[in-house]
């Protein structure tokens, strides 16, 4: 509604406006409030974590503390990545069971990347700008690299608990690896097998990705370095089905033996294959090697494959122990043992205590300030896999490594020997 004024009327309130004003100029100042009390002088810094000279202010607790976790829930590596997301969930369970972070729960959002780089992208996308999630945990090395540049660009902390590509390492600032990086385990297996196998003569068939051809790379300088030499290096595509060409190069080798650092649905058709062609060589390969489809598909021909374990052994009680649980939950031994208790003490042990000293600091629940809690807490009494120190620069772990060798007629993995990092 407009209100309408006449001209004497308008006149007049104009004039009683200036004199208010002109009142108002000549008033004398406001008093002090008489509860303000003087200002004292700064404290002295004391070096304590709740200190305002030595930490901003903490902020408000969110409802909840969520993050992201990406997998392979689908595609040939379903197998792995269902069990991982297994058990990210029961370790989450566990943590809010307990009471969370400081009473404040945490929410975990899965998606799936397929074991897919750009599939992982989209996965990654989505949980940064859908759900807002600070901080991510997966794995597969083809994936990490992919998505490592992203996480810099958005500040999300991306923790690593299973790809092993060295180049992993110092690929952004915002990446963490809780599990240990190839040049140590298959530098390991390379000596053990020229040191106490005596093999001189080897070779190599790996998968043509980030994961094998780290992974070859350096089982090939390891024993060189020793004074072995590869007489044959080959690759394969993902998902290849036939071997034939490449196990042809390799017999005509005639190596003491074989390195397969390939995954887990090629590995069990190339080691029947090399067999049935009268390769007799020793096998090598990772930590991928544990599982029961080695044991489904290549029969016989997977008996006495050695490979590296980045777990202590099941004679551990917290090995024992999560084996035990996970076991009661699902009712077998999860796939890729070793990285599920990677995730597991990632989950209940990493990511509660960065978030818990972030908080404490006054980082927020950020990346930034998440990834500033990683450089400043640097170890976490991680149960499982036994204590996790972190290496800067790098933003890796080292871990004592295990070989295992496979018991195709008993249908177990046996340990052969531990070996600590040098």
């Known amino acids: 509604m407009r209100i309408s004024v006449n001209r004497p009327w308008r006149v ?22 008489p509860t303000a009390a003087p200002a004292k002088p700064a404290a002295a810094a004391t070096g304590a974590p709740a200190a305002a000279a030595t930490s901003a202010p903490a902020a408000a607790k969110p409802a909840a503390y969520k993050i992201g976790h990406f997998v392979p829930l689908t595609g040939s590596q379903a197998e792995f990545g269902t069990s991982f997301a297994e058990t990210a969930k029961m370790a989450v369970e566990e943590v809010n069971a307990k009471g969370g972070v400081d009473g404040v729960k945490l929410e975990m959002v899965t998606e799936d990347h397929m074991g897919d780089p750009k599939q992982g992208l989209t996965a990654f996308n989505k949980l940064v700008q859908v759900d807002k999630v600070p901080l991510i945990v997966g794995a597969w090395s083809t994936v990490i690299m992919a998505t490592a540049p992203v996480a810099d660009q958005n500040q999300v902390v991306l923790i690593n608990y299973g790809a092993n590509a060295v180049t992993v390492r110092g690929s952004g600032k915002f990446v963490f690896s809780t599990f ?29 990705n980030d994961t094998g051809r780290s992974n070859a790379e350096t089982f090939k300088a390891a ?36 390195h397969i650092p390939s995954l887990i649905q090629e590995m069990p058709r190339i080691v029947k294959q090399a067999r049935e062609m009268g390769i007799k060589a020793q096998f090598t390969s990772y930590s991928v090697a544990e599982g029961q489809q080695l044991l489904d598909q290549g029969g016989d021909a997977a008996d006495g494959l050695i490979y590296t374990f980045l777990a202590p052994p099941e004679t551990k009680p917290e090995v024992k122990e999560f084996y035990d649980r996970w076991k009661a939950k699902f009712g077998k031994v999860p796939p890729g043992s070793s990285y599920n208790m990677y995730v597991w003490d990632t989950l209940t042990t990493v990511v509660p205590a960065v978030i818990k000293y972030a908080a404490q600091k006054g980082y927020g629940f950020t990346g930034e300030g998440l990834r500033k809690a990683f450089t400043e807490v640097k170890e976490f009494d991680t149960k499982v896999t036994g204590r996790t120190i972190f290496q800067f620069p790098g933003q890796d772990v080292k871990k004592p490594v295990t070989l295992k060798k496979v018991n195709a007629k008993a249908k177990t993995f046996d340990t052969l020997t531990v070996i600590e990092p040098q």
Not at 12 to 33: D, K, N, Q, R
Not at 181 to 205: F, N, P, T, W
Not at 238 to 258: N, R, T
């Open 12 to 33: 007049l309130c104009i004039g009683l406006l200036v004199v208010a004003v002109a009142l108002v100029g000549c008033a004398a100042p406001a008093a002090p409030s």
């Open 180 to 208: 240990p990086l190839a040049d140590l385990d298959i530098k390991v297996l390379a000596d053990y097998v020229y040191d106490k196998l005596s093999a001189r003569k080897g070779a190599v068939l790996y998968i043509n």
């Open 223 to 258: 024993f060189e370095a020793k004074g072995g030499k590869i007489l044959a290096y080959e690759s394969h595509q993902p998902e290849a089905m036939d071997f034939g060409a490449q196990l042809a190069k390799i017999k005509a080798a005639d190596p003491d033996v074989v």
